[in-house]
């Protein structure tokens, strides 16, 4: 069976993973919101007033953080190996595009391993250049990509 020069033998779209959805998002600032306003009100009115700010500050500070971590949760990296191409394009949380393009012969992927933790990092570096892929994946997901993607590299090499 022969392969097109340009046409994929592997693509893959790497996202963050978030644990709390928009529903858990919601469910969150609610609870806590109520549980600010009560003991922040309780604080006011027995005139412990800067306590009952400090609530309010708590808040703001959970709604921020929970607001960038989400902001973050929208960047992305989209991975496609051909015969001729090996494409990495990384989407920042602003919607900016980088694209790396590598000739996949002489790509070569480049994996980090710790005993304990096990993969800590994975890059793709050819012909002097290179770029980091799956930086913000949690373990399970760096080795499952880490597999599949060494094994279209393989693929690509071995069909000359």
């Given amino acids: 069976m022969d392969v097109s020069e340009d046409q994929p033998v592997f693509a893959a779209e790497l996202t963050p ?16 919101g ?7 009100g309780f ?8 306590i009952g700010f400090f609530f309010g500050l708590d808040f703001l500070g959970l709604y921020i953080a929970l607001k960038m971590s989400y902001r973050a949760g ?3 990296e989209e991975v496609t190996v051909s015969r001729s191409n090996l494409s990495i394009r990384k989407f920042s949380p602003a ?9 996949p012969f002489w790509a070569r992927f480049n ?3 710790h005993e304990e933790f096990g993969i800590t990092s994975m890059s793709v570096t050819g012909e002097g250049r290179g770029t980091d892929i799956g930086s913000f994946l949690n373990p399970d997901d760096r080795e499952s990509f880490a597999k599949a993607f060494r094994r279209a590299l393989a ?6």
Avoid at 34 to 40: A, D, F, I, N
Avoid at 43 to 50: D, E, K, V
Avoid at 155 to 160: F, G, H, P
């Fill in 74 to 76: 929208r960047a992305r």
């Fill in 111 to 113: 994996v980090s391993r």
């Fill in 95 to 103: 919607g900016r595009m980088v694209e790396h393009r590598f000739n």
């Fill in 17 to 32: 993973y978030r644990s709390l959805g928009k529903t858990g998002f919601h469910v969150v600032l609610v609870l806590t």
């Fill in 155 to 160: 693929t690509v090499k071995q069909r000359i």
């Fill in 43 to 50: 604080f006011l009115i027995t005139g412990a007033y800067p």
């Fill in 34 to 40: 109520g549980v600010c306003l009560l003991y922040g």
